[in-house]
């Protein structure tokens, strides 16, 4: 009982501080959004060789790097594009794996908008916390469950600076036209 109880205990530690983290303002802010005036020249784009090791110890096979390298090549570029290939290749990793190198070595906060399935919101939620210390807000739920997540979990000071509390907001397609004016 005693290493259940010391087990209990810890989670709820690691839980308490991610919550103390998400809801404390950052002291270095970095750039807000994906302006083109504001993006890296293409000349500070490095091409992956293998994979970093992210959260966990995890890391990406090496078709998945090459996925992010073209994927961060065309943002560099300031071009649009759509990872697509087959189900089961880690479509969702690539994508968290992007938004963390944006975030936290090209210094851009966010905040990310993703739409996906309701059936698959928990598992993007699930891998967003398992591959990155990136704050994902799950958006979903009746129009009073989204008013007090829009009051409660968005801003730091919703009247002084707007800045997001969050890195990627988790939404479905329903939500996101339902609130389209937020």
């Known amino acids: 009982h005693r290493d259940l109880l ?3 205990c810890l989670t709820f530690a690691n839980k308490l501080e991610q919550y103390i983290a998400m809801n404390t303002k950052p002291k270095k802010l970095g ?3 994906g302006h083109k005036c504001g993006r890296p020249a293409l000349s500070h784009f490095v091409k992956q060789t293998k994979s970093k090791v ?3 110890k995890l890391t990406l096979r090496d078709y998945q790097v090459e996925g992010i390298n073209w994927i961060m090549y065309c943002w560099f570029l300031q071009r649009n594009c759509i990872l697509a290939d087959e189900m089961g290749l880690g479509k969702t990793i690539q994508t ?3 938004l ?3 975030v936290c070595n090209h210094g851009y906060r966010g905040p990310f908008l ?3 399935p309701l059936s698959t919101v928990n598992n993007w939620k699930y891998e967003i916390e398992r591959w990155s210390d990136l704050n994902a807000v799950v958006y979903i739920g009746d129009r009073k469950s989204r008013g007090l997540m829009r009051k409660h979990e968005f801003y730091y000071d919703r009247h002084a600076t707007k800045l997001f509390k969050f890195h990627i907001i988790l939404t479905t397609y329903e939500n996101a036209i339902n609130d389209k004016y937020l």
Do not use: P, Q
């Open 114 to 116: 993703i739409i996906v």
């Open 100 to 102: 963390d190198e944006i």
């Open 54 to 56: 992210y959260k966990n």
């Open 6 to 8: 010391e087990t209990r």
């Open 31 to 33: 750039r807000l959004g």
């Open 96 to 98: 968290i794996a992007v």
